[in-house]
């Protein structure tokens, strides 16, 4: 059973920064690749970003250049999202979870462990 716990996530103006962390635990972080997933109100969730054990990441085309995902190995098994140069667009409940690179360099959650959840809010 893998736990996921986020943090970092608040109010911010159009054009600052927020990072976000996700404490995994309940087992070794290898070999799983942990990621975040958003959600704006009336849309679907759609994967952000994704980290793999060995640190190759990928990103979806909305916040590439924005948004840098990173792993600390040994801070217990914790990855962290740095947001910069946010815009309203990036408002939404973000989701800590696992996660893979498919066809289409589309990140999905083919193991279905999710944090809670933490809300961004970008405003104008």
């Known amino acids: 059973q893998v736990q996921l716990v986020e943090s970092g996530g608040g109010l911010v103006q159009a054009g600052g920064s927020l990072r976000l962390s996700c404490a995994a635990s309940g087992y070794i972080l290898q070999p799983y690749s942990i990621g975040w997933f958003r959600q704006a109100p009336g849309k679907e969730r759609e994967g952000v970003s994704c980290?793999?054990?060995?640190?190759?990441?990928?990103y979806a085309s909305s916040v590439k250049g924005r948004f840098t995902l990173s792993r600390d190995n040994n801070a217990k098994n914790t990855v962290y999202l740095q947001m910069n140069s946010l815009k309203p667009e990036d408002t939404a409940v973000y989701y800590c979870?696992?996660?893979?690179?498919?066809?289409?360099?589309?990140?999905?959650?083919?193991?279905?462990?999710w944090g809670q959840g933490t809300q961004v809010t970008v405003s104008a």
């Open positions: 979870a696992t996660c893979g690179e498919f066809t289409g360099g589309v990140i999905l959650n083919p193991y279905d462990y």
């Open positions: 980290i793999s054990s060995d640190g190759s990441t990928s």
